[in-house]
């Protein structure tokens, strides 16, 4: 085992995080350690990450960097580390190890697999297409081939994606079948949302319905054409825009020919209060959530939240395989932090959300930023004050596409026989990724 108190990194960028080490701040380390780039001496990047994870106590990733910093050209060492790297979550460090062992060993398959695997962690599924293509001849159907039809998907080249499926057989191992009926399920939402929507690296409604199944139901205003393409960053809720999200919620209801017959309350207080909203707006009565009951719209504000009261983990787990006409809406859902289920509707995406209940931020009369008190009237009286607010949409910056209930229904009634159909996929809403510039 090497010592870190008799080595330190030579290249400048690993030096810096290095000194976030020796300050004991392991989050800084590897924020550094992932925009140092990917042209650094392998030894010495082993060097820094074997030093943090044993401050992380990963004995594994330790082992793995010990053994790269003492042979940086061994192409077992290389493997061993970036596979390390990625069963700890720190696939971005795995990626250059594992393309310099194929760079020497073309043809390796296992080598390949766990490259796009890395790939596949950090979004740039266009570079695991590119690998996997370069690799076809020598394919195996299952997993490669199929690799190479969900990464053109999430690299947005369909027309790639669907000549691969029409190629891939049915899979002999069993274990493989649902990943097969999930494929199935992504282009054939993708065959009925082509005709309303551009599908293109801006299309976040289309895509959020492509690889999840879900209909957005309203874009953000700004920062469009800064790359958030509909998406939050951070946002202040309203009572204007929970009841938006509502009424748009009634017309993909309407539009898809779903006829609930309840809405579903769950048990975490903005739930509680949305769902008692969407009873008023949709002219429904509200009762408990129950997980076999049929023809309901579960309503959940923020499904992260729900996670976070005692009941919320078992909920969860039965929102996994909903009844029949059992749909989920969830107004706030986090595109950075996905939830562990994925809605059949969402309201809006967002990186970071105050619900209006809880206080706001606004200019006090000293010019200083100050937080409202948390509103802690009862769920009824801020459910009525949701359903009387005014629901008209957010100018914005004026560089966000109009998005009129007309264009929204119109989606709805082209994908309404794909819509509710198959699994729930949990996927995180990038959109189209067709390089590793993605941020």
């Known amino acids: 085992m090497f010592s870190p108190k008799n080595r330190r990194p030579k290249s400048a960028e690993l030096l810096k995080a290095w000194e976030c080490l020796d300050a004991g701040d392991l989050p800084g380390a590897v924020r550094l350690l992932r925009t140092a780039g990917e042209d650094l001496p392998l030894g010495e990047v082993a060097l820094v990450v074997g030093r943090a994870a044993k401050a992380a106590g990963f004995d594994d990733l330790a082992r793995a960097a010990a053994a790269l910093v003492s042979r940086p050209a061994d192409d077992r060492a290389l493997y061993d580390f970036g596979y390390a790297c990625i069963e700890r979550g720190l696939s971005f460090l795995a990626v250059p190890a594992l393309r310099e062992v194929l760079t020497r060993n073309p043809g390796a398959l296992q080598v390949v697999r766990e490259l796009v695997a890395a790939y596949e962690s950090e979004n740039r599924h266009g570079e695991a297409v590119e690998v996997l293509a370069r690799h076809e001849s020598g394919f195996e159907e299952w997993p490669d081939r199929y690799l190479l039809v969900f990464n053109a998907i999430m690299a947005g080249d369909l027309a790639l994606a669907d000549r691969q499926h029409a190629r891939l057989p049915d899979p002999e191992d069993p274990m493989w079948l649902p990943a097969r009926q999930r494929q199935r399920h992504m282009l054939e939402r993708a065959a009925s949302a082509g005709p309303v929507s551009a599908l293109d ?130 107004h706030a859902s986090s595109w950075t932090d996905t939830p562990v289920v994925t809605a059949d509707s969402v309201a809006l995406l967002h ?17 200083e930023v100050e937080r409202t008190e948390a509103d802690e009237r009862p769920d009824a009286l801020i459910a009525a004050e949701i359903v009387g607010a005014d629901s008209s949409p957010d100018e914005g910056d004026g560089e966000t596409p109009a998005d009129p209930d007309e264009a929204f229904t119109a989606f709805v009634t082209a994908v309404r026989g794909t819509w509710l159909q198959g699994e729930r996929t949990r996927l995180k809403s990038t959109g189209p990724v067709p390089s590793s510039k993605f941020a």
């Open 351 to 367: 990186q970071s959300v105050a619900a209006p209940w809880d206080g706001q931020l606004r200019a006090g009369e000293d010019g």
């Open 201 to 330: 690296r801006t299309d976040l409604r289309g895509w959020q319905f492509v690889m999840g199944g879900t209909v957005l139901g309203t874009l953000s205003p700004y920062g469009f054409d800064a790359g958030m393409n509909g998406r939050y960053a951070w946002l202040q809720d309203s009572y204007g825009q929970c009841l938006r999200g509502l009424l748009r919620l009634k017309l993909l209801l309407d539009a898809a020919g779903v006829r609930p017959r309840s809405v579903s309350l769950l048990p975490d207080r903005g739930s509680r209060i949305l769902g008692l909203a969407a009873a008023e707006v949709l002219g429904l009565p509200a009762e408990p959530f129950a997980p076999g009951r049929a023809d309901t719209v579960v309503i959940a504000y923020d499904l992260n939240e729900l996670a976070e009261v005692a009941e919320g983990p078992e909920i969860l787990g039965q929102l996994q395989d909903r009844a029949a006409g059992q749909v989920l809406h969830e």
